[in-house]
């Protein structure tokens, strides 16, 4: 017999970990909640014709396909075989599967608002934690099973949602104390402008397919790759160049000078951006910066106008992006609902975890669940005991009870061992006297007292 495992990529969480997740979760709700948005939840299957053709060349090859059901009936084995070789072949074929694991929950979501688009009353708020799926290579920060926190808002084309969705990054980054939070910002007008300015329009996907490769391969695997797309030269010195400055302003004269209006538009977006933003800037924001970077990209083909990326540059973090989103303004009409523009930001779950416990940035409270064991004793004793809980409990205080009448001893190194930070005692002496011994581990001591007065000491 093979010894019991999980499918690579993916991972049991225990106790201490879920814990963890949940803190930070609970911190980005909260923050979510405060400023308006509401929580929805998809299925994790989707209809694969939903998920296909909207992540990009590179992204659908990583979409998990769930086969369909019924494959094995002998009246289907021709059509399988043929849908079988059609996907050895690099095709889809519903024959085969008809559905799929959702590859992240912004496609999803647009699916949603146009099913539900009756009921919702718009700009819809949204905000959504669930798991996703993605048949990528497992490392360090990257998993096939992971989860993504996002946060959009459709329906409305005003640039403070771009403002307020960064006032959300700065603000929850501020929240979990992860130090040199750097928020990238860029457009992909300004993307689709440089694509212009080299007269390369129609190459959009493929410059912006290398350029979001750039912190992977470097600029020359950058300019490698760009040649091998079909773009000359002088059309990848244009590219680099204009990548690499670092002014808006700049920028914004090299479009206008060959009047490229889309270029234009996306700069002036920019600074309407975070001049909104710059309004919503709180002063305690010293863990983070915005950053105009004309070198992101964000491989996603549905973004439209904005685009943004979150890095954590502490030297100790070795670790690709922990945020990333942008505006969308067609993508509901993917699904036939059009003029409905969208822009939302994702946190990247499992890698804020990984960055916040490499930092050792959790409270270190939060691990502990239980605060009081009751040891037990049996008898009489256990029927106190068992009233004692109940009066812990009452006062929302977490507490348990040892369930067996076992050694001393051994309920004591259970308590140790779970990291318990009280033991509550109760022999014959405190049951007569309706009072209670209390070990604190933290301080090293042992005392008696009466229940209200242990109650008083930890709440």
């Keep these: 017999m093979s010894k ?16 963890k997740r949940q803190y930070l979760l609970t911190t980005l709700r909260t923050i979510f909640e405060e400023c308006g948005f509401q929580p929805i939840e998809t299925p994790s299957m989707e209809n694969l014709s939903t998920l296909m053709g909207k992540y990009g060349e590179e992204g659908d090859r990583l979409i998990f396909k769930v086969l369909n059901n019924g494959l094995n009936d002998p009246n289907k084995h021709a059509k399988t075989r043929a849908a079988l070789e059609n996907v050895l072949q690099g095709k889809n074929d519903s024959n085969l599967a008809e559905r799929a694991l959702r590859y992240d929950l912004t496609i999803p979501f647009a699916r949603y608002v146009v099913m539900h688009q009756n009921e919702i009353n718009f700009p819809f708020r949204r905000y959504q934690m669930q798991p996703v799926w993605r048949a990528d290579r497992p490392q360090k920060g990257r998993y096939r099973e992971f989860w993504q926190c996002d946060c959009d808002i459709v329906g409305s084309n005003s640039l403070i949602n771009e403002a307020e969705l960064l006032y959300i990054y700065r603000e929850a980054f501020f929240q979990l104390n992860i130090p040199k939070i750097i928020v ?29 490769k750039l912190d992977k ?51 002036k977006e920019l600074k309407d951006s975070l001049a909104y933003h710059s309004a919503l800037r709180k002063t305690e924001w010293n863990n983070s910066e915005i950053k105009i970077d004309f070198t992101l990209a964000r491989g996603l083909s549905y973004y439209t106008g904005i685009i943004v990326e979150v890095n954590c540059a502490d030297e100790r973090i070795q670790m690709g992006s922990i945020g990333g989103g942008g505006r969308y303004d067609d993508l509901t009409g993917l699904f036939g609902l059009k003029n409905l523009s969208g822009v939302g930001v994702s946190f990247g779950i499992d890698r804020i975890y990984d960055v916040m416990e490499q930092l050792e940035l959790f409270p270190a409270a939060i691990a502990v669940g239980t605060k009081a064991m009751i040891i037990n004793t049996g008898n009489e004793n ?11 409990r009452r006062h929302h205080i977490a507490a348990e009870i040892y369930p067996d009448v076992v050694k001393f001893d051994k309920q004591m190194k259970y308590i140790f061992n779970r990291a318990i930070p009280f033991a509550v005692i109760i022999e014959d002496e405190e049951r007569t006297q309706q009072n209670i011994r209390v070990k604190d581990f933290a301080a090293g001591t042992q005392v008696k007292m009466s229940v209200a007065e242990f109650i008083q000491k930890i709440v």
């Design 184 to 212: 990238r910002v860029n457009s992909r007008k300004v993307l689709s402008g440089i694509a212009q300015y080299c007269n390369a329009a129609n190459q959009l996907v493929d410059i912006t397919t290398a350029i979001d």
């Design 217 to 267: 391969i470097g600029v020359e695997g950058v300019i490698k790759e760009l040649n091998e797309r079909g773009l000359n030269s002088e059309q990848v010195n244009d590219i680099i160049r204009l990548i690499n400055i670092t002014e808006l302003d700049v920028l914004e004269n090299e479009f206008a000078s060959k009047q490229i209006n889309e270029g234009v538009a996306g700069i």
């Design 382 to 392: 256990e029927a106190y005991a068992m009233q004692v809980l109940q009066e812990l």
């Design 4 to 19: 019991p495992s999980v499918p690579q990529g993916t991972r049991d969480l225990s106790p201490e970990v879920v814990r």
